[in-house]
């Protein structure tokens, strides 16, 4: 398996404000991680793909400008939201990509409630 | 293009009996399919996975499931509930290649004692 950290679980900010998470790979070096938003009683939708070294791939309709991604070393990734508003509120997972005996395989982090005033 | 359906938001059960939560995929290369737990205010678990080797899939926590390819479908089942299995349930599909998981929109399971 793998081990994924966030940090932080919970964080509430203000509108207008910056907020960054963090995503770990405890146990392993993650070429690839994904983030993913879940709005409540929703599923998850992938937001981006973060490859470590390359600009992250960003799903239709999100907006890079405001959901900035960094992969910047093989066992962190980090999301920043931007100028934050209430309807950013939502929980943000994220996951690392692992290949095992020749299958893919996603280990997801714990999410992040975001909740913005 | 892929796409999970989970039929049934929400399912419930008495303790000691079966759970079948049904997920249907559609997928036009042979996919990856996972079964997920997600309990409040956590991140995902995984259950088992299906990558084309056996077709029934044995997972944690007593959960199986087979594929079946004729019917496009990828079901859950627990032989026996427990308290502890009440949770959020994601049914997922990806390629062979490493790309995001395509998540269906999830089944509630409640289990009464």
């Known amino acids: 398996g793998a081990v994924v950290s966030q940090h932080p679980s919970w964080v509430i900010c203000k509108s207008g404000t910056s907020v960054k998470i963090e995503c770990r790979s405890l146990?392993?070096?993650?070429?690839?991680m994904f983030w993913y938003r879940q709005f409540p009683k929703q599923s998850l939708m992938l937001m981006a793909t973060?490859?470590?070294?390359?600009?992250?791939?960003?799903e239709q309709g999100v907006e890079k400008d405001k959901f900035l991604i960094n992969h910047a070393s093989l066992t962190l990734s980090t999301l920043t939201v931007t100028s934050a508003h209430p309807e950013d509120s939502s929980f943000y997972i994220c996951?690392?990509?692992?290949?095992?005996?020749?299958?893919?395989?996603?280990?997801f982090g714990p999410g992040t409630r975001l909740t913005v005033t | 293009a892929q796409s999970v359906t989970q039929l049934g938001s929400h399912v419930s059960v008495s303790e000691g009996a079966l759970v079948l939560l049904r997920c249907n995929y559609s997928s036009s290369v042979p996919p990856y399919l996972f079964w997920y737990v997600q309990y409040p205010n956590q991140g995902l678990q995984l259950l088992l996975k299906y990558t084309s080797a056996a077709t029934l899939v044995k997972g944690i926590n007593g959960f199986e499931a087979e594929f079946k390819k004729s019917e496009t479908s990828f079901h859950l089942t627990k032989p026996s509930a427990h308290m502890s299995d009440a949770a959020e349930y994601f049914c997922?599909?990806?390629?062979?290649?490493?790309?995001?998981?395509?998540f269906g929109k999830g089944t509630t399971l409640s289990v009464s004692s």
């Open positions: 996951s690392v990509l692992r290949t095992t005996s020749g299958s893919y395989e996603q280990y």
């Open positions: 146990d392993f070096q993650a070429t690839t």
């Open positions: 973060s490859n470590e070294g390359s600009k992250a791939t960003y």
């Open positions: 997922a599909v990806s390629d062979r290649t490493g790309t995001a998981l395509i």
